[in-house]
T-cell receptor, first 115, second 115 residues
Framework: GAGVSQSPSNKVTEKGKDVELRCDPI?????LYWYRQSLGQGLEFLIY????????KSGLPSDRFSAERTGGSVSTLTIQRTQQEDSAVYLC?????????????FGPGTRLTVL | AQKVTQAQTEISVVEKEDVTLDCVYE???????LFWYKQPPSGELVFLIR??????QNEISGRYSWNFQKSTSSFNFTITASQVVDSAVYFC????????????FGTGTSLTVIP
């Protein structure tokens, strides 16, 4: 596609429910990144994928968070048993490869609100 | 440690004034990359510039200019003759060749240009 797309754009859920956030990267980009932006905060790195592999999961805030990527394209970030502190904008980015020189192109984000 | 500090949380200027956004970084890498992103009210992060640690030449692009100084670990961003459309949150980011390709973002500077 022309850019990184994310769905849904907004998600309101009740505390304790599970949510799935989807990211569709730019076609041909093998690297995919997830970030979280809480209100008034900077960007918090969560996880990155090179292809379908996620070599470093240390950025995930808790074991309630998981992410997968299949077919080297679409990725899903799953939050189980959501808590109010999970409310944030979740941003996805992609780049050609996982390399510090590669520019990351960001999607519009999913705004998650946990009631 | 890898860290990016944007000490200015919010800045307001009157249209046509010049404004400089500060960015100070810390890294143990000898090869690293610095970035600036713009996040307009629509929310989608937009890439502005990437500089590598070997190139300290200042960069100018239209009304935008960047001053990279390794001696002070700073990568400041100046907007000349600001316009209302420049109103956004601006993020400085750092990526190191030896830090797993993670991006470290500052907390952002919110710029408001008053007409």
């Amino acid at each position: 596609g022309a850019g990184v797309s994310q769905s849904p754009s907004n998600k309101v859920t009740e505390k304790g429910k599970d949510v799935e956030l989807r990211c569709d990267p730019i076609s041909g980009h093998t690297a995919l990144y997830w970030y979280r932006q809480s209100l008034g905060q900077g960007l918090e790195f969560l996880i990155y994928f090179q292809g379908n592999s996620a070599p470093d999961k240390s950025g995930l805030p808790s074991d309630r968070f998981s992410a997968e990527r299949t077919g080297g394209s679409v990725s899903t970030l799953t939050i189980q048993r959501t808590q109010q502190e999970d409310s944030a904008v979740y941003l996805c980015a992609s780049s050609l490869v996982v390399r510090a020189t590669d520019t990351q192109y960001f999607g519009p984000g999913t705004r998650l609100t946990v009631l | 440690a890898q860290k990016v500090t944007q000490a200015q949380t919010e800045i307001s200027v009157v249209e046509k004034e010049d404004v400089t956004l500060d960015c100070v970084y810390e890294t143990r890498d000898t090869t690293y990359y610095l970035f600036w992103y713009k996040q307009p009210p629509s929310g989608e992060l937009v890439f502005l510039i990437r500089r590598n640690s070997f190139d300290e030449q200042n960069e100018i692009s239209g009304r935008y200019s960047w001053n990279f100084q390794k001696s002070t670990s700073s990568f400041n961003f100046t907007i000349t003759a600001s316009q209302v459309v420049d109103s956004a949150v601006y993020f400085c980011a750092l990526s190191g060749a030896n830090t797993g390709n993670q991006f470290y973002f500052g907390t952002g500077t919110s710029l408001t240009v008053i007409p």
